[in-house]
């Protein structure tokens, strides 16, 4: 009598294509699924994953056979550990007096609106505080997009959830060896972005404070926002200067994403620090009505020693 009656395995052949070259092939793959059948789409974002592969292109699955098989991998070979340590890596820039974030647009001005030395005369003898003044606009450093920063009629930052800017599910997509400033679709792989933030990963944060950065950035295409947005990403982060191409004047990546309710991260940093996986990432900005775009202290929180 089959004491596995219920259990399913999936036997197939693979080949992966990887954005920067190369690729890499398995025939003969047996791999525990939990229903009857398996989508190709759905098998291949489960090869990508189980063999952590990055920067993946085109996945092709074929000779597909279902097989009725007893699972081969354990609950506990298959169950994330449990760790009792955090880490948490901050992901934001440091807003400094008369740094340039976004070429055109002023720098912060920082200085006291009360010194410690004035403060001193409306306090008793041996206390004093500071209360510092910042006058900038609002994209300035490490900042995120409502849709009011694109429509009108959008949520502004009063009006986004917090259940959307913080303790999300996330991904690094890596995309920094890319030949290439336009990131495709393809970039993302077979990833399951449903419900995460998607934090793409170029590199760029690399030449922040110098010349460099403000020109030649990555960015991602019209099509790459357009299977994000369809696919329920539910937060879209990139460490470069624009998430769109700033040649084109439509920017369609934040037409689609904000469009779509999606706040949008840019001028992130640090993401060569994180796992690819099994993370969460937080950016809350201010509580500001009638304001689009706002800096953020983005950072992400994973279990100690997952890198």
Known sequence: MNRFPSQKRVQFDFEIEFLNGGGLQGQGFRLDIDDDDITDDALGAYVVRDLRLLMVGRVSISHKTIL???????????TAPTLASERHVDLSHTIEDGMITYKGLPAPLICDHLSRADS???YAEGTEFQIGKITMVS?????LDSPFHRFADGEDLSGLRLDVLAGLDALVVRVTGMAGRAIPRDALGALDVRGRAVLVHT?????WRTDQYFEGHPFLTADAAEYLQASGAA????????????GDGRRPVHTALLGAGIPIVEHLRGLEQLPVSGLRF?????????????PVRAFATFPGGNL
């Open 68 to 78: 009725a098989e007893p699972h081969k991998r354990s609950v506990a070979a298959t």
């Open 282 to 294: 937080s950016a809350v900005p201010p509580k500001v009505r009638g304001m689009g775009t706002f």
């Open 235 to 246: 937060l879209v982060g990139i460490d470069s200067y624009n998430i769109d191409d700033t």
């Open 203 to 207: 590199g760029w944060a690399s030449h």
């Open 139 to 143: 994209n300035t450093g490490t900042y």
């Open 120 to 122: 001193r005369k409306l």
